[in-house]
């Protein structure tokens, strides 16, 4: 059965985004993206919010045509065109790329996109994965903690209604400073 995978780029304080849906925080150098290629190449599929759909959809379909846009940038352009994307959202009206819309988070649909054939599947994007999480659906979490304090913004864990043991898969820290703290579901005795 595949996996869903929360990867999210976060401040060392906890935020996704700070204030104004700022993100010129991130420390996104070229061994990093190339990480992110690795790991959402071998992925079956994303799964996006609004919001982040469109803020990729913006930029990532055409992104190696622009020749400024060399190496793993352009590489990855092609990875998330190629791949197959379900975008939650009530409101969206049409969507490329390979994308399916879907308007509300249902477990049972989740746990049969689970079920399907296929790689694991990237979640990202705050709101949706609190909707996740309320519905306890994220089977493996690959946070990113990026070595700045923005001190308020967007926080990446909604409160917990109850206590998620997990246990860790492994860390890596990147020559920028960046740390990746990856953790699963406890292991089953």
């Known amino acids: 059965m595949r996996k869903i995978v929360l990867m999210m780029s976060v401040s060392l304080d906890g935020y996704i985004e700070g204030p104004g849906r700022r993100i010129d925080w991130h420390r996104v150098d ?17 799964l996006h ?22 190496g793993p940038v352009a590489e990855f352009a ?18 490329d790329w390979n994308t399916t819309i879907v308007r509300n988070v249902v477990p ?27 519905h306890d659906l994220v089977d493996e979490y690959r946070v990113y903690v990026h070595p700045v304090l923005i001190g308020e913004g967007k926080a990446l864990f909604p409160p917990a209604a109850a206590d ?14 960046v740390v990746l703290l990856h953790y699963g579901r406890p292991e089953a005795s």
């Open 164 to 177: 998620r043991p997990l246990h860790l898969i492994g860390t890596h820290t990147f020559g920028n400073g």
């Open 49 to 70: 919010g609004r919001v982040v759909y469109e803020l990729m959809a913006d930029f990532w379909p055409t992104a190696d045509a622009d020749p400024d846009n060399a």
């Open 108 to 134: 049972a649909e989740v746990e049969a996109l689970k079920a399907a054939p296929g790689g694991d599947l990237a979640l990202g994007g705050a709101d949706l994965a609190a909707s996740f999480l309320k």
């Open 78 to 95: 092609g990875i998330w065109r190629d791949k197959p994307k379900i975008v939650y959202s009530r409101t969206l009206k049409a969507a």
């Open 30 to 46: 070229d061994e990093l993206h190339q990480h992110m290629n690795d790991v959402l190449g071998e992925m079956g599929g994303f």
